[in-house]
């Protein structure tokens, strides 16, 4: 006897609609210490202008920017029009400021980049509400020791905490090379 099991289609895809960005302490005395550093500002700008294009969402903090220093001018430059959350909790849920907004966003998928991956990014993926997916990109996260990174996608990709790639994200979240928006985005995805 054979069954005939349908699945519905795009199920287990993310979904651009409910997607919201978090920029994670790209700051000024950070940065500079970090393994692949160029490697994750071409990539976060990447997704940050590909995230504007297709109206997602883009949330940006700050680890106590006082004796870190502010975001990166790389970053900065992309989001004027965003305000920095800023915390002094690791996780970013520790913040009462970031979970309002997430929780108005209406988020249903935080797509998470910036730095340190075994600290910052890893305690906020961890904490994401079960409501929520947390999808790590892992071509935009650094720390200073890339051991560090490595285990950290290891245990979130154990938790559950989607792991994905600046490019794969990006083909996933349009879907279809029909759609207007892929042509505004043809370019981005060359780079």
Known sequence: MIVSIKMKAGSKLINIDGCVLLVVDMQEKLVPLMSRREEILIN????????????????????????????????????????????????????????????????????????????????????????????????????????????ALQRMRDAGVIISSTEMLMYELLRDSKKRIFREVRELLKT
């Open 44 to 151: 976060i700008v990447k997704l940050i202008r590909f995230c504007k294009k297709c109206e997602i969402p883009i949330i940006l903090t700050e680890q106590y920017p006082k004796g870190l220093g502010r975001t990166v001018h790389e970053i900065r430059s992309e989001l004027r029009d965003i305000k920095p959350i800023e915390k002094t909790s690791f996780s970013c849920f520790g913040s009462r400021e970031f979970r309002d907004t997430v929780r108005n966003m209406r988020a249903n998928t935080l797509i998470i980049v910036g730095i340190e991956a075994h600290v910052c990014i890893m305690q906020t993926a961890l904490e994401t509400p079960s409501k929520i997916r947390a999808c790590v990109v892992a071509d935009a996260v650094s720390s200073r020791k890339i051991e560090n990174v490595d285990l």
